[in-house]
């Protein structure tokens, strides 16, 4: 998505909930940037139709930094 799409998805998601972003604005057009460029990566990732998708996400915990 391109700049302007973001913002305008953004500005419409929020509205369409009501919820005043306010100061989180930029924030949260930085974070849906960022979730904007691992989909990219996916969509990217070559697939067969024999690729299955996992039984399930599990996260691990950063490594906290020493």
Avoid: C, N, W
């Avoid at 009501?18 to 691992?38: I, M, N």
């Amino acid at each position: 998505m391109t700049e302007q799409e973001l913002e305008t998805y953004v500005d419409a998601a929020a509205a369409a909930i009501g919820l005043p972003l306010g100061d989180a604005r930029p924030g949260v057009l930085r974070y849906f940037a960022l979730a904007s460029g691992f989909a990219d990566l996916v969509q990217a990732a070559p697939l067969s139709v024999h690729d299955e998708s996992a039984m399930a996400f599990i996260p691990v915990s950063p490594r906290s930094k020493p």
